[in-house]
């Protein structure tokens, strides 16, 4: 006599229910993956923003002793290689000296520009090209809108599509 409800026979899944549980898993990782996709965004953009503030803490510390002193590049201040001077984009962070220098040199200098065409510094300008790879002087230009800036002597470090001055 066989009960209604089960199954008579050996055991195992039908073509349907794997399916269907195939069907589910695909659902949960459309759903998913773009959720995680901006996590790993977002902790790039952390990265960044750290290490930008780490290597501006270094350089800061070398306009503490004489402000006219500031490197010509990076390179020379990374004494045991223990800052990261590449972003998580994997291009190298952007540095530019700007101490000293009116905002019309500064600007012929090629340092970065707010909306209003002013430099968004004065001691040095430090930033990532963003996961595009690509820049532009303007911070407005679309070419700059991804890139991780930092802007009013260290008061922001971000994105630069959320810098407004």
């Known amino acids: 006599m066989t009960v209604p409800g089960k199954r008579s026979g050996k055991g195992g899944f039908t073509l349907v229910e794997i399916v269907i549980a195939m069907l589910i898993i695909g659902i949960l990782s459309v759903i998913a993956f773009p959720t995680f996709m901006k996590y790993l965004d977002k902790d790039k953009e952390a990265t960044a923003i750290s290490d930008i503030n780490v290597i501006a803490c270094r350089l800061k510390a070398i306009m503490a002793e004489d402000p006219t002193a500031l490197p010509p590049d990076l390179s020379s201040i990374n004494i045991g290689r223990v800052l990261n001077l590449t972003d998580p984009w994997g291009n190298p ?44 002087q303007n ?21 630069a599509s959320t810098y407004d001055p």
């Open 139 to 159: 911070l407005q230009n679309a070419k700059s809108r991804d890139d991780i800036i930092r802007a009013d002597e260290g008061a922001f470090v971000g994105k």
């Open 93 to 136: 962070y952007r540095y530019l000296p700007l101490y000293g220098l009116t905002p019309m040199q500064a600007k012929a200098a090629g340092a970065r520009k707010d909306k209003n065409d002013f430099p968004i510094t004065t001691d040095f300008d430090l930033y990532s090209l963003g996961p595009d790879g690509q820049t532009h």
